[in-house]
């Protein structure tokens, strides 16, 4: 007979902190733990140090102070006598602009490419491949270069077209003017104007633009419900009323009567002094900026929409076809739904690289924020440390809120399983 | 490994943060070289030649300084430096000392913690436009587009003319000399604005230098000079009295083809026996040898030499004295007496 004896209970011992493999991993995360938080703590004391020894001490001030000098393109009101901050700030609305512009047309670039490179004619998949390649394979800042010295070099310069024997002359009837510094269409006036609205005394958002938006997204709501309603239609009957026309007029008729009641015509650019005057200036160093970026980075949304693509099983084209689809409608209705979630995840870091990869507009002259706050301000003050923190947690609160959205966005496309 | 390559990442950091040290004299002689930061190509100023060589203005007080030091005025390593990057490389050590066309002003004295050891080149801030536009006058310009470097008192200036006279403009900012160049002939810009010898000196490249014209108006004081970093008194010290002696010795007649004569004896003149390292022992007192003076001057030559050779009348740049002439002459040069 034998007795059974429990085992006898281990009492716990130092050692079993590096022996035992229960606690050996608890172990090491503590160690690299405390040896990570010593690093930090030796780095940031060294670097206040020597900065105290240099007698340079960390303070943000120097963003009251006026900035002292121009930026020519500013979405909000900005003269040389306002401050730092204000500086930045126009630095920042025009990081965005070209962030936002880019993002629109590489998404647009990059689906068309992607799409077109599957296609089934030898030549169009042929030339999208070497796009994609071309692009992707040559470094984002040297296509900025080129975009840049292509449109100084070929295009007029104002002077040209001036004078009886203009060598130039302006495009679609004298609207539009493509010159060497820039391109001036035509821009937006409202001869009964309602104002501006201001936000925080800081700057103003005219009341014109809010009004045609709210009506805007009232109008595409309103489709929606006819577009809904249709649906139901369908899906009870089984015709479809042609709702189209009107969901078109729900669109317009509004915004046309808002643009009638304000008055609205066209500034049309024209020869003045040294410049065109009137009109939108769209400079060149945005349009290069916002060409390269997005050329750029659409042959990276290609692959991954090319990837997403292929990523459907062919079955469900195969299927599509035996209902009886059209190749464009399977394209539409079956497969680019499924593929957007395998797209949206990289897509994502495409956006935040575009974005970060706009830091380069100084290459050009596109006072970024990187050129406002990280380049003539930082200049002025010497306050690297200050400029460069502010500058990296910009693009950091930046970054997070486009994965964010992003993240938000994917969570709703994708397959919800039953 | 990704935490090892982190870690490893910190401690270099953390290493050249702490590497800016003070006895900038002792680091250039144990290191053999001078490294010097000069503009990354302004004819005339600091630029290389064909074979690679820096020439200019800006670099022979770089030069003067080797000599003086090291005894060799080509023991030097050249930094180019952007208008962005100067300051940043000078404070951080990189470079021992700033030779680029960099305008001595009160924050960069004493908010950014450099010693501008004295003036090299008078300058002020002019305007060039082609001459086909028939601009006679800065305060014409109202409504031009107008290149500039970007992070320069240029800019500053710029702002300042155009609003007090009331005047519209377009800034076209730019980052180096070559890109205002090339943007200022393609015709992208009416106007290009820096200091009027950086003007000349472009000018001067341009295929047809008699289609641009400098305008009248000189918009600021401009004083170009060498500058080191605060914190190392007894290296400014040999940077400014190297220049020093560069300016006394056109003053008091010192050539480089005198030198070797003026320097074998004591001669009758006090002053340039002190300065020569025949008489006295300033060189001592600078913890450099007796005759450092006399390598400076002979490197390149005296001020007016130098100014001679790199951007004077007879050089495609052209530039008369001026205001850089002698005080004996009507100029601005004054040196503070050796002794």
């Known amino acids: 007979m034998t007795t059974l004896t429990d085992p ?52 943000f001030g120097f963003l009251a102070e006026p900035a002292g000098y121009d930026i020519n393109q500013r979405l909000i009101d900005y003269t040389s006598r306002d401050t730092h901050l204000r500086a930045s700030f126009v630095g920042l609305l025009n990081t965005l602009l070209v962030a936002v512009m880019g993002c629109v047309l590489a998404t647009i670039l ?5 799409v077109l490179r599957l296609s089934k004619n030898w030549l169009i998949a042929r030339i999208m491949t070497i796009y994609v390649e071309m692009f992707r394979n040559v470094p984002v800042l040297l296509w900025i270069v080129l975009f840049m010295a292509v449109l100084i070099e070929t295009l007029p310069s104002p002077r040209a077209f001036r004078g009886d024997n203009a060598t130039a002359s302006m495009w679609l009837g004298d609207t539009m003017a493509v010159t060497n510094r820039g391109v001036y269409i035509p821009e937006p006036l409202f001869s009964r104007p ?4 201001p936000v925080f005394g800081a700057f103003n958002i005219s009341l014109e633009l809010l009004l045609l938006v709210a009506i805007l997204i009232a109008g595409l709501f309103g489709a929606r419900v006819i577009g809904k309603r249709a649906d139901a239609v369908q899906e009870a009957t089984g015709d479809r009323p042609t709702t189209w026309y009107i969901q078109l007029g729900v669109v317009l008729l509004p915004l046309i009567a808002a643009l009638l009641a304000m008055g609205f015509h066209l500034g049309y650019p024209e020869l003045k002094g040294f410049n065109f005057a009137g009109g939108i200036h769209m400079r060149n160093s945005l349009i290069a900026l916002w060409l390269a970026l997005s050329f750029y980075t659409a042959a990276f949304i290609a692959e991954i929409v090319r990837a997403g693509i292929l990523a459907i099983s062919k079955g469900q084209t195969e299927a599509a076809n035996a209902l009886g689809m059209r190749p464009g409608r399977t394209m539409r209705l079956v497969i680019l739904p499924q593929a957007l979630r395998v797209i949206i995840p990289p897509l994502i870091s495409n956006y935040l690289n575009l974005t970060k990869n706009s830091s380069l507009a100084i290459a050009v002259g596109y006072m970024d924020i990187t050129g406002t706050l990280g380049g003539i301000t930082m200049n002025q003050t010497g306050r690297e440390l200050e400029c460069l923190l502010m500058l990296m947690l910009v693009y950091l609160a930046i970054s997070l809120t486009i994965s964010g959205v992003m993240n938000w966005y994917n969570e709703r496309v994708k397959l919800v399983e039953r | 490994m990704k935490k090892t390559v982190f870690f490893g990442a910190l401690m270099a950091a953390g290493v050249a943060a702490g590497a800016a040290a003070a006895a900038t004299l002792d680091d250039v002689k144990a290191r053999g070289k001078l490294n010097c930061g000069v503009a990354t190509g302004v004819p005339g100023f600091a ?25 060799d005025a080509s023991a030097i390593e050249f930094v180019p430096t952007t208008g962005k990057t100067r300051f940043t490389a000078l404070a951080s050590g990189e470079i021992d000392m700033l030779a680029r066309n960099t305008t001595w002003t009160f924050s960069r004295d004493v908010d950014l913690k450099f010693t501008f050891v004295g003036v090299n080149y008078y300058d002020g801030q002019g305007f060039m436009v082609p001459k086909e536009l028939g601009v006679t006058s800065a305060k014409e310009l ?29 800034p076209v900012p730019i980052e180096t000399n070559a890109e205002a160049q090339q943007q200022y002939l393609a015709g992208a810009c009416d106007v290009y604005t820096t200091d009027a010898s950086g003007l000349a000196a472009t000018r001067a490249t341009f295929e047809n230098a008699a289609d641009h014209v400098i305008l009248p108006e000189i918009i600021s004081k401009e004083p170009l000079g060498p500058l080191v970093r605060h914190g190392d008194d007894e290296w400014g010290d040999i940077v400014r009295w190297t220049l020093n002696a560069l300016i006394a010795a056109e003053e008091m007649g010192v050539t480089s083809a005198n030198i070797a004569e003026m320097s074998a004896a004591a001669g009758d003149n006090p002053e340039i026996n002190r300065l020569l390292g025949t008489e006295g022992n300033l060189g001592e007192m600078l913890g450099l040898s007796a005759d450092w003076a006399k390598k400076a001057i002979m ?25 850089n002439a002698q005080w004996t002459e009507g100029g601005l040069l004054y040196s503070p007496p050796f002794r």
């Open chain 2, 142 to 170: 109202d409504g031009a587009t107008v290149c500039i470097q970007t992070g320069t008192t240029t800019e500053l200036n710029l702002a300042d003319f155009f609003r007090v006279n009331n005047l519209s403009y377009e």
């Open chain 1, 8 to 59: 006898p209970r281990e009492s716990f011992r130092l050692s079993m902190l590096i022996y035992d493999t229960r606690y050996r991993s608890m172990t090491i995360q503590v160690v690299a733990m405390i040896c990570f938080m010593l690093m930090a703590a030796w780095l940031i004391n060294n670097t206040t140090q020597n900065l105290e020894s240099l007698g340079k001490k960390i303070e």
């Open chain 1, 194 to 197: 309602l104002g501006d609205l």
């Open chain 2, 47 to 71: 630029a290389p030649d064909a074979n690679g060589e820096w020439k200019g203005f800006d670099v022979a007080v770089c030069r003067a300084v080797a000599a003086a030091v090291l005894d």
């Open chain 2, 299 to 323: 490197a390149n030559g005296n001020y007016g030499e130098i100014f001679a050779t790199n951007i004077g009348v007879d050089t495609p740049i052209g530039l008369a004295r001026g205001l």
């Open chain 1, 110 to 114: 990059g689906v068309f490419i992607g």
